[in-house]
């Protein structure tokens, strides 16, 4: 399991997870181009209204593409838990001069943003934590959840199930490497 962008464009899926619907990734940035664009520096109407279209394109298409896109969601952001982007302090927020570090969720809203800013920006913060960084003060929470809203529209169940990648923060051990397991 890589931790570069170059690993989280390929097109393979995992023969060992032959049950998981898959998507490819060129189809999953389609879809999340639907969000139209990046997040802003918070939650904002602009965010949660391309969350909601892309829950209503979701929810329209088969149940196995809502499936993919969760675990490809999932997979892109575990990709981006790593050390150097999490220990960045958050953009532009101080306390008497000390820059204010990430909470846990903050990054995971934070990488969250990346992804809905689309294929290119995402791609390109791997290897340059700098251009992560104005992301540390944008979220992108609602992003977490379109899937599992959509295949609730869908199917009239709740989502209930595991991706394959755990994207809780500190989840990927080798992007966090001075973790003690």
């Keep these: 399991m890589g931790t570069t962008g170059n690993a989280a464009t390929t097109e393979q899926h995992d023969p060992a997870d032959a049950d998981a619907p898959a998507i490819t990734w060129a189809r999953f940035w389609e879809l999340v181009d639907v969000l139209g664009g990046e997040a802003g520096t918070s939650t904002c109407a602009d965010v949660e209204a391309g969350c909601e279209r892309l829950t209503e394109v979701l929810a329209a298409g088969p149940v196995g593409e809502i499936i993919g896109f969760g675990e490809r969601l999932a997979e892109a952001l575990y990709r981006i838990d790593q050390e150097v982007f999490g220990v960045l302090p958050v953009a532009g927020l101080s306390d008497g001069g000390s820059p204010l570090p990430q909470s846990d969720d903050g990054f995971l809203y934070a990488r969250a943003a990346a992804v809905a800013a689309g294929r290119r920006t995402y791609e390109s ?27 609730e529209r869908a199917t009239g169940e709740e989502w209930d199930r595991l991706t394959r990648y755990d994207y809780e923060t500190c989840s990927n051990r080798d992007g966090w490497p001075g973790l003690d397991d």
Excluded: N, Q
């Design 125 to 151: 913060v791997f290897g340059a934590p700098d251009r992560f960084a104005p992301f540390t003060a944008r979220h992108c929470e609602e992003l977490l959840y379109v899937h599992e809203e959509a295949y």
